[in-house]
């Protein structure tokens, strides 16, 4: 009876370590769940956050896109006075000088088209060995002439109420263009701005998808800690009872002999 109490002393004494260490362990793995869980619910709220930031871009860039067709159409009909407002003054012209104008224009472009195909040519390797010195030349002499070329200039003898109406209406085509340029800047910035945020939100998304997996293992282990700590509770509670029968036992014993 002794040898039995005294192994049965050993085993409450293992036990109640392994119980012990059960319970450390299970209040860790909870400790660590419930930061991985404050974790997690911190990035899913900066998801939330940056979503509705997202889409107050998106709708700030699609208002300022309908903004720029809008004033792209204003634009387009200042582009016509302008051109309705310069065929009125450029009637006023004697023909041979709106001819020498058109001609001018004409000689111009014919430089710049011809510089643009040399260049072309001697990218393509066209104009190699002996013939590279000639294109050189060649296309020093077109860059000079196009940067001499000076347009030329004619005295316009218009009505004052006909230079009025094409001041004015190059004033209107230049506002017009502003503000197309600015309602599509704003369009491109915030275009840009949503998809910083929108690459940002997959970062915090996958940040926090990465936490609730981390966050099922230590509410795994936390289960498993904790139930192998109750298994340890009853298999304690059971050598203790055993342990106090005996007591009992032999208490009932002694009582009995006297």
Same mark, same amino acid.
């Given at each position: 009876?002794?040898?039995?109490?005294?192994?049965?002393?050993?085993?409450?004494?293992?036990?109640?370590?392994?119980?012990?260490?059960?319970?450390?362990? +299970? $209040?860790?793995? =909870?400790?660590?769940? #419930?930061?991985?869980?404050?974790? &997690?619910?911190?990035? !899913?709220?900066? @998801? %939330?956050?940056?979503?509705?930031?997202?889409?107050?871009?998106?709708?700030? +860039? $699609?208002?300022? =896109?309908?903004?720029? #067709?809008?004033?792209?159409?204003? &634009?387009?009909?200042? !582009?016509?006075? @302008? %051109?309705?407002?310069?065929?009125?003054?450029?009637?006023?012209?004697?023909?041979? $000088?709106?001819?020498?104008?058109?001609?001018?224009?004409?000689?111009?472009?014919?430089?710049?088209?011809?510089?643009?195909?040399?260049?072309?040519?001697?990218?393509?390797?066209?104009?190699?060995?002996?013939?590279?010195?000639?294109?050189?030349?060649?296309?020093?002499?077109?860059?000079?002439?196009?940067?001499?070329?000076?347009?030329?200039?004619?005295?316009?003898?218009?009505?004052?109420?006909?230079?009025?109406?094409?001041?004015?209406?190059?004033?209107?085509?230049?506002?017009?263009?502003?503000?197309?340029?600015?309602?599509?800047?704003?369009?491109?910035?915030?275009?840009?701005?949503?998809?910083?945020?929108?690459?940002?939100?997959?970062?915090?998304?996958?940040?926090?998808?990465?936490?609730?997996?981390?966050?099922?293992?230590?509410?795994?282990?936390?289960?498993?800690?904790?139930?192998?700590?109750?298994?340890?509770?009853?298999?304690?509670?059971?050598?203790?009872?055993?342990?106090?029968?005996?007591?009992?036992?032999?208490?009932?014993?002694?009582?009995?002999?006297?």
């Amino acid at each position: 009876m002794k040898e039995l109490k005294k192994e049965l002393n050993t085993r409450r004494g293992a036990m109640d370590t392994k119980a012990t260490d059960f319970r450390n362990k +299970r $209040d860790n793995w =909870n400790t660590k769940t #419930r930061e991985i869980q404050q974790t &997690r619910n911190m990035l !899913n709220s900066a @998801v %939330r956050e940056l979503i509705l930031e997202v889409k107050k871009q998106r709708t700030i +860039r $699609d208002g300022e =896109n309908q903004r720029v #067709r809008d004033m792209k159409m204003i &634009r387009d009909g200042c !582009n016509k006075k @302008v %051109r309705d407002a310069k065929k009125e003054i450029e009637g006023s012209q004697p023909e041979a $000088d709106r001819r020498k104008q058109r001609n001018n224009r004409n000689e111009l472009e014919k430089l710049k088209r011809e510089l643009r195909r040399l260049d072309m040519e001697i990218s393509e390797g066209k104009w190699r060995g002996k013939k590279e010195p000639e294109a050189m030349k060649r296309g020093k002499t077109l860059t000079q002439r196009i940067r001499a070329h000076v347009p030329v200039e004619i005295k316009i003898d218009a009505t004052p109420e006909a230079k009025e109406a094409y001041d004015t209406a190059i004033a209107e085509q230049e506002k017009a263009h502003q503000d197309v340029t600015e309602s599509a800047a704003q369009a491109q910035a915030a275009h840009d701005l949503m998809l910083e945020w929108n690459s940002e939100v997959e970062i915090r998304r996958n940040k926090a998808e990465e936490a609730h997996k981390e966050l099922r293992t230590t509410k795994k282990e936390a289960d498993l800690a904790h139930h192998k700590y109750i298994v340890s509770l009853r298999c304690l509670h059971s050598i203790n009872n055993m342990i106090k029968t005996m007591q009992t036992e032999r208490r009932d014993k002694v009582t009995s002999s006297e």
